[in-house]
Nanobody
Framework: QVQLVESGGGLVQAGGSLRLSCAAS????????MGWFRQAPGKERDLVAA????????YYKDSVKGRFTISRENAKNTVYLQMNSLKPEDTAVYYC?????????????????WGQGTQVTVSS
């Protein structure tokens, strides 16, 4: 059974930082794209950042460019999202996702596996 488990969310003041981690188990994703999505109350789920299996292609939503960094550690089957200079508008539930198809490009919404989500709250 595949599981993606996020950690690292919490409450932080504006301008602060958080590092989200997503550990996968049940299968290896070393040759699969992985991504971070977020969903704020009353809004649709958005792709925030995504990374190809090799790390050679990385995508960021415009509003987080220069502040967020996605990375992966294939040996640990783990993907990270470093979030700096956080703003109140970054407040959302953040979800990790993994693609079932190997070597597919990472920028899409049709990820196959999802974590349970971790709350990030940024106070002003």
């Amino acid at each position: 059974q595949v599981q993606l488990v996020e950690s690292g969310g919490g409450l932080v003041q504006a301008g602060g930082s958080l590092r989200l981690s997503c550990a996968a188990s049940g299968r290896t994703f070393s040759r699969h794209a992985m991504g971070w999505f977020r969903q704020a109350p009353g809004k649709e789920r958005d792709l925030v950042a995504a990374i190809s299996w090799s790390g050679g292609r990385i995508y960021y939503k415009d509003s987080v460019k220069g502040r967020f960094t996605i990375s992966r550690e294939n040996a640990k089957n783990t993907v990270y999202l470093q979030m700096n200079s956080l703003k109140p508008e970054d407040t959302a539930v953040y979800y990790c996702a993994a693609d079932a198809s190997p070597q597919r490009q990472p920028v899409h919404m049709d990820y196959d596996y999802w974590g349970q989500g971790t709350q990030v709250t940024v106070s002003s």
